[in-house]
Nanobody
Framework: EVQLVESGGGLVQPGGSLRLSCAAS????????MTWVRQAPGNRPEWVSS????????SYADSVKGRFTISRDNAKNTLYLQMSSLKSEDTAVYYC?????????????????WGKGTLVTVSS
């Protein structure tokens, strides 16, 4: 059974940093591209970032480029999202999602498995 469990969310002040983690199990983690998606209250899910199987290729939404860094540790079956210079508009539930193949994808509806999410609140 595929399981994706996010952690690391919380309350942070504007300008602060957080690192999210996603522990993966039930599939060969190193064989699939992975993605972070977020959903703010009242909004549709928004693609944030993707990474290929070995971490050599990454992509970011314009809204987070230069502030967020996606990475993965295939030995630990874990996906990360380092977030810095956080803004109030980054407040959302952040989900880790698995791509259906080794190819990086950015279409939210094409992800085949999602975690339950971790809440990030940016507020003073």
């Amino acid at each position: 059974e595929v399981q994706l469990v996010e952690s690391g969310g919380g309350l942070v002040q504007p300008g602060g940093s957080l690192r999210l983690s996603c522990a993966a199990s039930g599939f060969t983690f190193s064989s699939y591209a992975m993605t972070w998606v977020r959903q703010a209250p009242g909004n549709r899910p928004e693609w944030v970032s993707s990474i290929n199987t070995d971490g050599s290729s990454t992509s970011y939404a314009d809204s987070v480029k230069g502030r967020f860094t996606i990475s993965r540790d295939n030995a630990k079956n874990t996906l990360y999202l380092q977030m810095s210079s956080l803004k109030s508009e980054d407040t959302a539930v952040y989900y880790c999602a698995k791509a259906p193949s080794r190819l990086e994808i950015t279409i939210v509806d094409d992800m085949d498995y999602w975690g339950k999410g971790t809440l990030v609140t940016v507020s003073s």
